[in-house]
């Protein structure tokens, strides 16, 4: 055999069974965590070769394997070969191309930390130091008292939601806020993020579950900080929610606060209204209501500090449903539309 598969790389995961010619018996490696959905690896050494990666469970999307040649753009293996069923979706098969040397391929499209340079036009600053001294990124733009606090990642595996983010920071450079300051972290699981965790039911708990009395992960206590120190009024989370399937094929809206639920209907309808011919598409009125915050999250915990005026969950799925499939490209648009949505949302209740 003179091909190797590693998950040697920044977001990789992965555990080799047995390797043919023409098969590959692969297998995620969930680490710390509950059974979910993720993997990244890297083929070298295939070139000229067809290949079956076989995971022996529901690992692949709707159009197979997000596939990369230099972890920044990324497609789809079989964009027009949407699988609906769950056996097909234990393997993908791809030909390497004569001189193919170095292929990724993971569950979704990566967003590496080193991708956050795309946002030039923040300030760059270090929240904390994550597990092993890994500095965790924050970035800050615009003048004023009231803070608007983003974060995405609080679940190492969901990398799609930091296009989203990408194109919503975008956006509000270009059309500020007058009067607010934006706080973004991009990668609350920061480490989970760098070594391929998938961060999400890791045990005891994941980050999303640690704004508690007493918080594991220091990148959480980090942001707890921030809550009680900046002005914080509002705050969106960027998810990405699971594998697939009715509700999680389409971006929706989460929030599990009674009193808010005027505002999220106003959201919502210009989230809607902001969408165009480039976006992936989202529907006023997807919007998921929980009876009351999940304790532990982190919108529990600032929903419940009293001083933050708006608190929601955008949840960007790993790839779509037919007619509207997730790429990079389409993200960053659906992450410009919220911005503009985010912008005439909060100016119209600042008028108010
Ligand atoms: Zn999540």
Not at 62 to 89: Q, T
Not at 201 to 219: A, F, V
Request: one cysteine or more; charged letters at 25%.
């Amino acid at each position: 055999m003179n091909y190797t598969i590693t998950e040697d790389f920044t977001g990789g995961n992965i555990t080799v069974v047995e390797i043919s010619e023409t098969k590959a018996e692969v297998r995620i490696n969930y680490r710390d965590s509950e059974p979910w959905c993720y993997w990244a690896f890297k083929v070298s050494g295939a070139s000229g070769k067809t290949i079956t990666f076989n995971f022996g469970e529901d690992a692949v999307g709707y159009c197979g394997a997000a596939v990369s040649h230099d972890l920044k753009n990324w497609h789809w293996s079989h964009p027009d070969d949407y699988r609906d069923d769950e056996k097909d979706r234990e393997s993908f098969t791809y030909t390497f191309a004569d001189g193919e040397d170095e292929v990724y391929f993971a569950h979704n499209m990566l967003y590496n930390p080193s991708d956050f340079e795309n946002v030039d036009f923040m300030e760059k600053y270090i929240l904390c130091n994550d597990f092993g001294d890994i500095p965790v990124p924050m970035a800050t733009m615009g003048e004023g008292e009231d803070v608007i606090l983003m974060t995405a990642r609080h679940h190492a595996c969901e990398a799609p939601a930091n296009y989203v983010l990408e194109g919503c920071l975008k956006e509000l450079f270009e059309n500020s806020i007058e009067g607010y300051k934006i706080i973004a972290v991009p990668f609350v699981d920061m480490k989970g993020v760098v070594c391929g965790d998938q961060g999400k039911g890791r045990k005891p708990h994941d980050h999303n579950r640690d704004y508690n009395e007493e918080s594991l992960y220091p990148t959480v206590g980090a942001i707890k900080e921030l809550l009680n120190n900046e002005n914080v009024k509002y705050v969106f989370d960027f998810h990405s929610p699971c594998h697939l399937g009715s509700g999680n094929d389409s971006t929706s809206l989460v929030n599990a606060y009674e009193c808010l639920k005027d505002e999220m209907l106003r959201l919502s309808k210009l989230f809607a209204s902001e969408m165009t011919d480039d976006c992936f598409k989202f529907r006023d009125g997807r919007i998921t209501w929980r009876d009351e915050p999940l304790k532990g999250t982190f919108s529990a915990y600032s929903g419940g500090l009293g001083k933050v005026d708006f608190v929601c969950t955008i949840e960007n799925p790993y790839f779509g449903e037919p007619g509207n499939i997730m790429t990079q490209q389409n993200y960053l648009e659906t992450g410009r539309a919220f911005g503009r949505a985010m912008k005439k949302f909060i100016e119209t209740k600042s008028e108010m």
